[in-house]
């Protein structure tokens, strides 16, 4: 299948280039950082591969990372010896075909450039930002074990078509060859490459090699054309396991977009190094963004568990609870051994504790950042609030821990920002007051004005207002708080007099005055409704529908449904 086909974009991905090349223009040296990035994860799969198969290193065991100037040809060439691809992997990983959420995604685009380009960041562009500098794109590769002549040639000049072509590639890997645009001359300079490799990717556990430039000759020296000597740009070096007090703000910085493929900064990080039943380091980001398959079954990425500084998996589920998903990072293991198989480290005792210790790091993390940095934790709070929410049905182990955590809208502020804590709700608690009071809906709006609300706002009982899906997933299974029960406000019978609020008392010729109305209700509504009752917690609002103590409220019906149960 040596022949040379030509294919088209889909049309998400043309106009993804298109908007990408315009709004990333102001930070253009990205695209380096980028191809760096993937040469990196590709050599770090290969080497994971050869654990169970060295014949795959084809005598060539030493991963590096060459980029190579021709100031002629006008190109800059990125080459590395990872895993490679197949034909198949080139079209489906590099070429045509869009992501799944790209078209949503290009439906939340303002046309503002500042706000677009943050978006197209988070949305991870990766190797296309190669034609935010070049003109035409040449990709070379060979699958590691493919045989020379299953090499793979892709050639694209960004504008809606490329050309596949199957050819002879010596030896494995990846070369990336960018023919520069007019004006982009500077990336054939070695010095300014040099300073962008040390800015960005730095943190680069590979080697990134370039040659010297060659030194002209002295007067009077004779001139000898010697091959100049290649040097590496980085420290090379996992960066994880250095000092941390040699590791630099921007460092930590640039190391969480690499692992994450996110262009955004991190809002927090936490790195140790952990002794115990388990030795092993982590490093562990909280994005400042909700990626965009953060509510997808299978996002792409997650936290990347490594062996003694080899690359094992990455893994979105196994090495924190679900309701954490949203961590990136690496965790670095000194105990497991290298030579087992993604299945069996699912089902790794060790892997359980280190899961433990890191979820806990996790929220530790996070109490601190609730505690000390409180704009930083509202915007967290802001982007994964509701996917931490999912913790109620599966963190058990640190009970309190998560339920302090958790924010709420209520009735003392009345906002929809969910910022105030269950600690900060029984602060404010009436005397006498022993439970935690909650309305669900289905809106805030619906929430705020539910009539049920109308009894606790006269007396100024303050009241949590909960309108996210998951919300009556979260107060089905956290029955209490600090040993405050919480307690709906539209369920069963509400007994306030402890709060001083009187029962009042109906007369009994009301009762006999309104028998035949309930009576008539009853009738009208039938089947509807199991019984029609007077009731005292209304001051305005002629009527409310509340639900049997013990039964599914109309939400939580409405949530199982949305979840296929
Ligand atoms: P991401 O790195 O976020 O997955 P990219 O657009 O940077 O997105 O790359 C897309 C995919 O193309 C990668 O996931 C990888 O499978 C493949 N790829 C890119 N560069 C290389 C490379 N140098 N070697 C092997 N595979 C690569
Ligand atoms: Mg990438």
């Known amino acids: 299948m040596s022949h040379k086909e030509s294919l088209n974009f889909q049309t998400e991905v043309k106009q993804l280039l298109q908007l990408m090349i315009h709004s990333l223009y102001s930070n253009k040296e990205i695209f380096l950082r980028e191809l760096i990035s993937n040469a990196s994860d590709a050599c770090d799969k290969l080497r994971f591969e050869a654990i169970q198969n060295a014949t795959l290193l084809e005598g060539d065991p030493d991963l590096a990372v060459h980029l190579e100037i021709d100031k002629e040809a006008r190109t800059l060439t990125i080459r590395d010896n990872g895993v490679g691809m197949s034909r198949e992997e080139v079209i489906s990983n590099i070429g045509t075909i869009a992501r799944s959420g790209t078209k949503e995604f290009l439906g939340k685009l303002s046309g503002d450039q500042a ?67 007019e004006g982009e ?54 960066l994880w396991a250095r000092p941390k007090n040699e590791i630099t703000e921007e460092q930590y910085q640039e190391f969480y977009k690499h692992v994450s493929h996110d262009f955004e900064a991190p809002l927090a990080w936490s790195h140790a190094r952990v002794e115990g039943k ?54 670095d293991s000194a105990d497991l051994p290298l030579n087992v198989s993604r299945e069996i480290l699912q089902e790794s005792k060790d892997i359980d504790t280190i899961r433990a210790g890191c979820t806990r790091k996790v929220l530790g993390l996070l109490e601190d950042l609730a505690e000390n940095q409180k704009e930083k934790y509202q915007k ?42 269950l600690k900060d709700y029984i602060g404010r608690m009436k005397d006498g007051q022993d439970t935690i009071y909650y309305v669900t809906a289905e809106s805030f709006a619906a929430a705020k004005n539910s009539p049920h609300l109308e009894i606790f706002r006269s007396r100024g009982i303050e009241v949590l207002l909960l309108s996210d899906r998951v919300d009556e997933w979260v107060v089905s299974h956290l029955e209490s708080f600090e040993e405050k029960q919480l307690h ?39 089947e509807q409704v199991k019984s029609v ?25 409405r949530f199982l449904k949305s979840v296929g149960q």
């Open 278 to 331: 388990q030795e092993y380091t982590e490093l562990l980001y909280i994005p400042a963004r909700a990626p965009f398959d953060l509510w997808e079954r299978e996002p792409r990425h997650g936290i990347k568990l490594y062996v003694r500084r080899v690359f094992i998996m990455e893994d979105a589920k196994k090495l924190v609870p679900q309701y954490l998903r949203f961590v990136r990072g690496v965790i």
């Open 488 to 526: 709906s406000v539209a369920k069963g019978d509400l007994d306030l007099t402890k709060l001083g609020v009187e029962k009042p008392k109906l007369e009994t010729s009301d009762s006999e005055t309104l028998k035949p109305l309930l009576e008539a209700m009853q009738g009208a509504l039938g």
């Open 115 to 181: 706000k677009d380009s943050a978006l197209i960041g988070q949305f991870g562009v990766g190797f296309y930002s190669s034609f935010i500098v070049a003109d035409k794109v040449t990709l070379t590769t060979r699958r590691a074990g493919a045989s020379e002549s299953e090499g793979v040639q892709w050639e694209s000049s960004g504008d809606g078509s490329f050309s596949i072509e199957t050819l002879e590639v010596p030896t494995r890997g990846t070369t990336v060859t960018l023919h520069l645009k």
């Open 380 to 421: 967290f709070w802001n982007e994964f609030g509701r996917a931490f929410k999912e913790g109620a049905g599966e963190e058990y182990a640190n009970r309190e821990k998560w339920a302090g955590l958790l924010r709420f809208s209520t009735t003392h502020t009345d906002k929809s920002d969910q910022t105030e804590s």
């Open 533 to 557: 009752r007077v009731s005292q917690r209304l001051t305005e609002s002629p009527a409310c529908l509340v639900v049997e103590e013990g039964d599914l409220s109309g939400n939580m019906a």
């Open 185 to 238: 001359e500077g990336f054939l300079d070695a010095w300014k490459l040099r300073g962008i490799v040390r800015r960005y990717s730095d943190h680069i556990q590979l080697p990134i090699r370039m040659k010297k430039d060659p030194v002209p000759p002295q007067e009077g020296e004779e001139k000898v054309i010697n091959e100049p000597e290649e040097e590496t740009l980085n420290q090379a070096n996992a």
